[in-house]
């Protein structure tokens, strides 16, 4: 077990064994309950990850040609 201490500027370091399993750029979220502090690493899911829960069928790449070009003339009329 490593502890934590909240030092002057409220803010915790991690300990050296743990390091290994971060990098500096990681994101985490921390969550409370009760006197327990979660702290988990967020990970976003890769793009094939979220293609797979879409149950539609993909639109042809025509079909998305024509909205992106209908958004843009949209977009310059306003």
């Not at 502090?37 to 993909?58: G, N």
Request: hydrophobic fraction near 35%; charged fraction near 35%; proline fraction near 6%.
């Amino acid at each position: 077990m490593q502890t934590l201490r909240i030092n002057k500027n409220w803010t915790l370091t991690i300990p050296k064994a743990f390091r290994a399993n971060f990098k500096t750029s990681d994101e985490l979220a921390c969550f409370v309950e009760g006197d327990t502090l979660i702290i988990k690493r967020i990970t976003p899911p890769k793009l094939s990850e979220l293609a797979e829960r879409v149950k539609e069928k993909p639109l042809p790449l025509k079909k998305i040609v024509k909205e992106v070009h209908a958004y843009r003339t949209e977009k310059r009329q306003k």
